[in-house]
């Protein structure tokens, strides 16, 4: 690949995991866009980052900037100029800075008046000029959740820089990254390989490096490792327990992918699978292993080095994981020793948040909306379980075992009401309270699950809206857009008809007086909120945005039902006669767009186009009104269809704005009826119709009836 080439190494003391992959895209898309604003972009931009160093590799970027020219207004000519019309200091000074003399200035008017003005021709400079005086800030300004200072004050950073690789076309970029000065050496690992070493540019570190066994680049240092963590496995007669973040996690804290593989003492296992595997994760950064759903007495990590010949890194690794199952072990038992109902009290001194109470507060109101949310889905078999579970879904808060581990907020719960023989509803509606936490999760199981998660959620959103505390741009400290995507997903894939207006409206009541503002204020905001989170999950289902637009519009409160005619609207869309219909309803929006509610007077009806319409319209509605009753409501759109002649006959034949202002009136008013009617389904205006395309459609379709 032609043009140049830049190399780009930031070295440093270890970087926690969890931070790298977010700051490695940040470099490479700050450098990146700020060398696009300067025509320099690079035809290839490759990333790789290990714990101790962030690399940027850039192919195919032009040699130097192009040549412009650049148009610059000086001083006002009543300041230029004085008044025997000798420039002044300030145009001198101005004539100076353009690299002209003062006789080759222009005259130009400007909104305050007449000006100075000069063209300045700027010769480019090369792109490693450009990198030299660009790459130290992105560098220095990269956004870390945590920094520090070294030295004699350099910083803040997230960890002390050692060293910076900058090569353009093999020669050094002179750059200085806090007092660090670039240069063309790096070094490996720092045991096995910590003499630095002189390099000439991208393929020569690749080779260098992978000579080294480092491997720079996080997918194929990922895929390595996911293969040697899969044969380990196997060899012990198991697999692993799938875990995408840990395997992230241990991707970054290693520059050489190596494995361990330990033993713990089997007499763990006793422990709930769920603790015993996030013991391991959490604390030792290990992976789980199993074997027909059975967990077994081993664990693999990682190692920064291909192998441990003494066997030192194996052995730590067991003695840490003893002592860490055993905390666990001697957590869970304490735990077990105070049952559910007698932590509850406990509730009381923790805090949900200042303004809005205690956890055992916030249980007071979810219990209620719990029991309305059933009320109102006649689910009254599910009452008892669904009170039962919303009485304990916060009490783990207060086990030791959810202050090590908060991963396991809920599921503690779950596996202790389990253990206390608390009926299977309740129990899983505790354990699945978090669910769904992602868009690969799914529902909690059973109804009262599905209940308490769907009043745990709306008391959240309401209360943190009541104070105002709204997500705003990529801030949402309380995660409220989760909990927002959480009851949108159970309402949906739960196929559960609540009036989620009238549930918020009551939750609302629940805060008496704690909030910062008006309920009506609360649920104006809340409604678009869950519109929005609504058009994402429909969207990711395949949904024109346009169908979805305009199901919300006729109506949002019952999400299965607004699924459905987005469903019957996706179907009838493309059809012809339908699209006619489409059409017409923005002919007719723009008509009673301005005009006001009218009254319609059959009696006035008086030509043949309109009463036409007007006995179309009324044989339309009690179609409409069957399929709505029913809740199928691609038959009532599919009818509206049958509106496309009387509609376009009706056009034709009939002057809507008619001088006689009686007629006027009276068609208004049938227009209007015609459009309220059209529109409960779904509010056609929103859908957008190409026209041509919908032209040849019609015409397809009249030929090929022609020929029948």
């Not at 926690?16 to 025509?39: G, I, S, V, Y």
């Not at 009381?348 to 809005?356: I, M, N, Y």
């Not at 699945?432 to 199981?445: K, M, V």
């Not at 346009?546 to 179907?571: C, M």
């Given at each position: 690949?032609?043009?140049?080439?830049?190399?780009l190494?930031?070295?440093?003391?270890?970087?926690?995991a969890?931070?790298?992959?977010?700051?490695?895209?940040?470099?490479?898309?700050?450098l990146?866009?700020?060398?696009?604003a300067?025509?320099?972009?690079?035809?290839?931009?490759?990333?790789?980052?290990?714990?101790r160093?962030l690399?940027?590799?850039?192919?195919?970027?032009?040699?130097r900037?192009?040549?412009?020219?650049?148009?610059?207004?000086?001083?006002?000519?009543?300041?230029?100029?004085?008044?025997?019309?000798?420039?002044?200091r300030?145009a001198?000074?101005?004539?100076?800075?353009c690299?002209?003399?003062?006789?080759?200035?222009r005259?130009?008017?400007?909104?305050k008046g007449?000006?100075?003005?000069a063209?300045?021709?700027?010769?480019?400079r090369?792109?490693?000029?450009?990198?030299?005086?660009?790459?130290p800030?992105?560098?220095?300004g990269?956004g870390w959740?945590k920094?520090?200072?070294?030295?004699?004050?350099e910083?803040?950073?997230?960890?002390?820089?050692?060293?910076?690789?900058?090569?353009?076309?093999?020669?050094?970029?002179?750059?200085?990254?806090?007092?660090?000065?670039?240069?063309c050496?790096?070094?490996?690992?720092?045991?096995?390989?910590?003499?630095?070493?002189?390099?000439?540019?991208?393929?020569?570190?690749r080779r260098?490096?992978?000579?080294?066994?480092?491997?720079?680049?996080?997918?194929?240092?990922?895929q390595?490792?996911?293969?040697?963590?899969?044969?380990?496995?196997?060899?012990?007669?198991g697999?692993?327990?799938?875990?995408?973040?840990?395997?992230?996690?241990?991707?970054?804290i290693?520059e050489?992918?190596?494995?361990?593989?330990?033993?713990?003492?089997?007499?763990f296992?006793?422990?709930?699978?769920?603790?015993?595997?996030?013991?391991?994760?959490d604390?030792q950064?290990?992976?789980t292993?199993?074997?027909?759903?059975?967990?077994l007495?081993?664990?693999?990590?990682?190692?920064?080095?291909p192998?441990?010949?003494?066997g030192?890194?194996?052995?730590?690794?067991?003695w840490?994981?003893a002592?860490?199952?055993?905390?666990?072990?001697?957590?869970?038992?304490?735990?077990?020793?105070t049952?559910?109902?007698?932590?509850?009290?406990?509730l009381?001194?923790v805090t949900?948040?200042?303004?809005l109470g205690?956890y055992?507060?916030?249980?007071?109101?979810?219990?209620?909306?719990?029991?309305?949310?059933?009320?109102?889905?006649?689910?009254?078999?599910?009452?008892?379980?669904?009170?039962?579970?919303?009485?304990?879904?916060?009490?783990?808060?207060?086990?030791?075992?959810?202050?090590?581990?908060?991963s396991?907020?809920?599921?503690?719960?779950g596996?202790?009401?389990?253990?206390?023989?608390?009926?299977?509803?309740?129990?899983q509606?505790?354990y699945?309270?978090?669910?769904?936490?992602?868009?690969?999760?799914?529902?909690?199981?059973?109804r009262?699950?599905?209940?308490?998660?769907?009043?745990?959620r709306?008391?959240?959103l309401?209360?943190?809206?009541g104070?105002?505390?709204?997500?705003?741009?990529?801030?949402?400290?309380?995660?409220?857009?989760?909990?927002g995507q959480?009851?949108?997903?159970?309402?949906?894939?739960?196929?559960?008809?609540l009036?989620l207006?009238?549930i918020?409206?009551k939750?609302?009541?629940?805060?008496?007086?704690?909030?910062d503002?008006?309920?009506q204020e609360?649920?104006?905001?809340?409604?678009?909120?869950?519109?929005?989170?609504?058009?994402?999950?429909?969207?990711?289902?395949?949904?024109?945005?346009d169908?979805?637009?305009?199901?919300?519009?006729?109506?949002?409160?019952?999400?299965?039902?607004?699924?459905?005619?987005?469903?019957a609207?996706?179907?009838?869309?493309e059809?012809?006669?339908?699209?006619?219909?489409?059409?017409?309803?923005?002919?007719?929006?723009?008509?009673?767009?301005?005009?006001?509610?009218e009254?319609l007077?059959?009696?006035?009806?008086?030509?043949?186009?309109?009463?036409?319409l007007?006995?179309?319209a009324?044989?339309?509605?009690?179609?409409i009104?069957?399929?709505?009753?029913?809740?199928?409501y691609?038959p009532?759109?599919?009818?509206?269809?049958?509106?496309s002649?009387?509609?376009?006959?009706?056009?034709v034949e009939?002057?809507?704005?008619?001088?006689?202002?009686?007629l006027?009136?009276?068609?208004?008013?049938l227009?209007?009826g015609?459009?309220?009617?059209?529109?409960?389904?779904a509010?056609?205006?929103?859908v957008?119709?190409?026209k041509?395309?919908?032209?040849g459609?019609?015409?397809?379709?009249?030929?090929?009836?022609?020929?029948?």
């Amino acid at each position: 690949m032609s043009g140049t080439e830049f190399l780009l190494e930031v070295r440093s003391e270890e970087i926690p995991a969890r931070m790298l992959e977010p700051a490695m895209r940040e470099l490479a898309t700050r450098l990146f866009e700020e060398l696009m604003a300067l025509n320099l972009a690079p035809a290839e931009m490759e990333t790789g980052f290990t714990l101790r160093r962030l690399i940027l590799m850039l192919k195919g970027l032009p040699s130097r900037e192009s040549d412009r020219e650049e148009e610059m207004v000086g001083p006002p000519v009543r300041a230029a100029f004085d008044a025997e019309g000798r420039p002044t200091r300030a145009a001198e000074g101005f004539a100076r800075k353009c690299g002209v003399e003062v006789e080759a200035l222009r005259r130009i008017e400007t909104d305050k008046g007449e000006y100075l003005a000069a063209t300045r021709s700027i010769v480019g400079r090369p792109t490693a000029d450009v990198l030299a005086g660009m790459v130290p800030g992105i560098v220095e300004g990269l956004g870390w959740a945590k920094t520090m200072r070294w030295g004699i004050g350099e910083g803040p950073w997230v960890r002390p820089i050692h060293g910076v690789v900058a090569l353009c076309d093999g020669e050094v970029v002179p750059m200085t990254v806090f007092d660090v000065e670039s240069g063309c050496e790096t070094s490996g690992h720092p045991v096995l390989s910590s003499r630095t070493f002189a390099i000439r540019g991208v393929s020569d570190y690749r080779r260098k490096m992978a000579r080294r066994q480092i491997v720079v680049r996080f997918e194929e240092r990922r895929q390595r490792l996911q293969d040697q963590l899969d044969e380990a496995a196997d060899n012990l007669g198991g697999e692993l327990v799938a875990d995408a973040e840990l395997l992230n996690r241990l991707t970054a804290i290693c520059e050489i992918p190596g494995t361990v593989i330990g033993r713990f003492d089997p007499a763990f296992l006793s422990l709930p699978r769920e603790i015993l595997i996030t013991s391991l994760r959490d604390h030792q950064s290990a992976s789980t292993l199993e074997s027909e759903g059975m967990l077994l007495p081993s664990f693999i990590t990682v190692m920064d080095r291909p192998d441990d010949p003494e066997g030192r890194i194996k052995a730590g690794n067991e003695w840490v994981v003893a002592a860490r199952l055993e905390d666990a072990r001697f957590f869970f038992n304490e735990d077990r020793k105070t049952t559910l109902e007698q932590r509850k009290e406990k509730l009381d001194h923790v805090t949900f948040h200042a303004k809005l109470g205690s956890y055992a507060d916030k249980t007071r109101r979810t219990t209620e909306l719990t029991k309305e949310i059933c009320e109102s889905l006649d689910w009254q078999d599910v009452v008892e379980d669904g009170v039962a579970a919303s009485n304990l879904l916060k009490v783990d808060l207060t086990s030791e075992m959810v202050k090590e581990f908060t991963s396991l907020q809920g599921n503690v719960g779950g596996l202790y009401a389990e253990r206390e023989e608390y009926p299977a509803q309740v129990w899983q509606a505790i354990y699945d309270q978090y669910l769904p936490a992602s868009t690969e999760d799914a529902i909690p199981r059973g109804r009262a699950g599905q209940a308490t998660a769907l009043a745990d959620r709306i008391d959240t959103l309401v209360g943190m809206f009541g104070l105002g505390l709204l997500p705003s741009g990529s801030r949402d400290p309380f995660g409220l857009r989760r909990a927002g995507q959480g009851v949108v997903r159970i309402l949906l894939e739960g196929d559960l008809s609540l009036d989620l207006d009238l549930i918020a409206a009551k939750s609302v009541l629940l805060f008496e007086d704690l909030m910062d503002r008006d309920g009506q204020e609360i649920l104006s905001d809340l409604r678009p909120f869950l519109q929005d989170r609504v058009r994402h999950l429909l969207g990711l289902r395949g949904y024109a945005y346009d169908t979805i637009e305009a199901a919300l519009t006729a109506g949002s409160s019952n999400l299965p039902d607004l699924l459905a005619r987005v469903e019957a609207l996706h179907k009838v869309r493309e059809e012809s006669d339908f699209l006619s219909v489409v059409l017409a309803a923005k002919r007719i929006a723009n008509i009673v767009r301005e005009a006001p509610q009218e009254d319609l007077e059959e009696s006035r009806l008086k030509e043949p186009a309109e009463r036409d319409l007007h006995d179309a319209a009324e044989a339309l509605r009690n179609e409409i009104d069957q399929a709505e009753k029913q809740g199928d409501y691609e038959p009532g759109l599919r009818a509206i269809a049958k509106l496309s002649e009387p509609l376009d006959r009706f056009f034709v034949e009939v002057l809507v704005m008619d001088e006689d202002l009686e007629l006027r009136s009276n068609r208004i008013a049938l227009l209007q009826g015609i459009q309220r009617m059209i529109s409960r389904t779904a509010r056609l205006t929103e859908v957008v119709v190409d026209k041509s395309e919908h032209r040849g459609r019609a015409e397809s379709k009249s030929s090929s009836q022609g020929r029948e």
